[in-house]
């Protein structure tokens, strides 16, 4: 028999996926594990129980979390649902704004942010502004495109027509009618301008297919027939922009319901003026991306270029500075984006992520000198199983994590630290459905579906439960109130730092035992740690059977200790660690190593030969695993 002892010191590989099993010679293998449930990987390669999350308010449904940060000190949450978005500071409501957007169309929303004023696009709606004009003054209004002293709108213009498709005016001045060549026109129409000869004219009236009246806003050239004359870009029959950004001080528009593959470029320093002019250096830049395959526009990113991701692939607009003259667009990838979502590009560490075309991929978008061009890595290759189908992703620098939440309301967290080569995922589970995420600041918002009811809850470090409100009274008492938002459900409760007897919410409150005076109520969750099984242990590979001897865990911070080795979950003293236990107290936290006895042997070598499963409400953290072996051939 061979013995042998085995140390894992780290996580970064995180969860992978269960086609891993056969690579033991992989450094992944050496690195992951084969689950890790609701826990977070630290960027050091360590693991801690997830933080809990904090009820903050009840909101009007399923919608979607934007933030909205001024500056360091004031950060807010915009929550879009059917017809209306809350606007919250600190966790606190300010306003309710009334927006156009209805559910079923918030999850192709976009948006970008400007110093006091958001910008948000959809195809199917007019653009929309909301603007902070003071602490606690909001408001939403259209996009105004900039106004010449002739009346002319410096808006995009495009002829949506066949090239041979003439327009005749039956006049050059006052109210006239407009007589197309073919059925060019529709009702909608209506209040939208057309350039005939380069000149404005606003439509008052659709006639029938072919014919409109129109009021002249600058005088026309002649009355006769010509095929040159175009319509504004955006309206309520060509549609309206898809996704919007900033760059090099313009205001980058890319693609629109009926122009999916175009891009528009304002005037540098002037953002609502997309007149073309004769193309000066500061004036605004228009064109189409045409290739051998479907390149609508799912997302734009101001980055070291502009980054456009599009449906079949990913390219680079490059102009330094950026002008007319100068500008240049590549591709660079052929991955493809999301098409049936708006899942925002975000940048992390100078890398571009962004949600692959089918759902199951997370790439990370990088410029390398060496190529100068970009590459495109599937940060999920070793996880496949985690990333289905992603609704919605952010990341929070403090933490070094990326929240992905997923369609099936679980969300995902990828701990990436680039310079030390660390992207590990781990998945987690609520008692309920995530539904979007956002990072205003240093806190991590969600929107969560608990029974049909919606709530936003944050990220609280102090929390071991979700949905969760602590209390603190002078006189200790059994009753606490407020809890209104969990009404008939069972809640776990941490009373004077103990974990207590589930309790049931019952007209907004819960009732103990004997009297506490500080609480922590909210729902459980479980984390879960499942190594690997070993490989390419001396001994072990050319194994039948193997027999764990002792475990040694070394932990950090840590108040309770779950472990299945074999014989089931087993409450792990930890006494050893920290001081005598004085009754009523809090539990310490203690943190050094622990060793815990197994026995038994195991046949199935493709199992794990160790678990820590805890649904306790207590913190945890594991820094390293020592195993001592014994192999049987």
Do not use: C
């Amino acid at each position: 028999m061979a013995r042998t002892t085995q140390i894992k010191t780290t996580f970064t590989a995180g969860e992978v996926s269960s086609d891993l099993l056969g690579r033991g010679d992989l450094r992944a293998y050496e690195n992951g594990a084969l689950k890790l449930r609701n826990v977070f990987i630290q960027p050091t390669g360590g693991v801690k129980r997830r933080s809990g999350l904090r009820y903050l308010d009840q909101v009007a449904g399923m919608g979607r979390l934007i933030a909205f940060e001024f500056n360091t000190e004031q950060t807010y949450l915009l929550v879009v649902t059917d017809l209306q978005t809350a606007i919250y500071a600190d966790g606190v409501l300010q306003t309710t704004l009334s927006t156009p957007w209805e559910e079923a169309d918030i999850a192709n929303l976009a948006w970008t942010q400007s110093a006091d004023t958001l910008l948000l696009v959809h195809p199917d709606y007019s653009p929309k502004k909301i603007t902070r004009s003071g602490l606690g003054v909001w408001s939403v209004v259209d996009w105004e495109f900039y106004e010449t002293d002739l009346g002319r709108k410096t808006q995009p213009m495009y002829k949506f027509a066949e090239a041979v498709v003439t327009i005749t005016p039956s006049a050059t001045t006052g109210s006239i009618s407009l007589t197309a060549s073919a059925a060019v026109f529709e009702t909608g129409h209506e209040n939208t301008r057309l350039r005939v000869g380069d000149r404005e004219v606003l439509i008052t009236l659709v006639n029938s297919p072919t014919v409109v009246t129109a009021t002249v806003i600058e005088t026309l050239v002649s009355a006769s027939p010509t095929v040159d004359w175009e319509e504004q870009a955006f309206s309520v029959v060509r549609g309206y922009p898809h996704t919007v950004a900033f760059h090099q001080d313009r205001l980058v528009i890319g693609g629109s319901r009926d122009l999916p593959n175009r891009l528009w470029f304002s005037q540098s320093g002037d953002l609502f003026n997309f007149d073309l002019g004769t193309g000066l250096d500061a004036e605004a830049i228009e064109f189409g991306i045409f290739s051998d395959q479907v390149n609508a526009i799912r997302g734009i990113f101001s980055g070291r270029h502009l980054q456009v991701f599009t449906s079949g692939a990913e390219w680079m607009v490059t102009g330094d500075p950026l002008t007319p003259s100068t500008v240049q667009i590549k591709r660079q990838t052929r991955v493809g984006s999301m098409v049936s979502r708006y899942i925002a590009p975000l940048d992390v560490d100078g890398a571009t992520l962004f949600v692959a075309r089918n759902g199951q991929e997370l790439r990370e978008f990088v410029y390398t000198d060496v190529e100068a061009a970009y590459q495109s890595t599937d940060l999920a290759l070793l996880s496949k199983h985690i990333i289905t189908t992603p609704v919605d992703q952010d990341f929070d620098q403090r933490r070094r994590l990326l929240f992905l939440v997923r369609e099936d309301g679980k969300f995902a967290t990828l701990t990436v630290y680039r310079a030390e080569a660390v992207a590990a995922w781990t998945l987690h589970e609520t008692q309920g459905a995530v539904k979007s995420v956002s990072v205003a600041g240093d806190d991590v918002y969600f929107l969560i579906d608990r029974g049909g009811a919606y709530y936003i809850e944050v990220i609280d470090d102090a929390l071991s439960l979700d949905s969760a409100l602590t209390g603190e009274a002078i006189t200790p008492t059994e009753t606490w109130s407020g809890l209104s938002h969990l009404n008939g459900r069972a809640v776990s409760v941490v009373a004077n730092g103990r974990v207590q007897d589930d309790a049931a919410v019952s007209a907004g409150e819960i009732i103990l035992v004997q009297a506490f005076s500080d609480v922590q109520v909210g729902l459980s969750y479980t984390h879960i740690i499942e190594p690997l099984p070993p490989a390419n242990v001396s001994g072990v590979g050319s194994a039948r059977a193997v027999r764990l001897t002792e475990l040694v865990f070394r932990l950090s911070a840590t108040s309770a200790l779950q472990v299945d080795v074999g014989r089931g979950l087993q409450d792990v003293s930890l006494r050893q660690l920290g001081e005598d236990e004085i009754l009523d107290a809090p539990l310490p936290a203690v943190s050094g190593d622990i060793r815990v006895g197994a026995f038994g042997w195991v046949y199935d070598l493709a199992q794990p030969l160790w678990r820590v499963e805890q649904s306790l409400p207590l913190p945890f953290a594991l820094l390293s695993v020592q195993t001592d072996i014994v192999a049987n051939s």
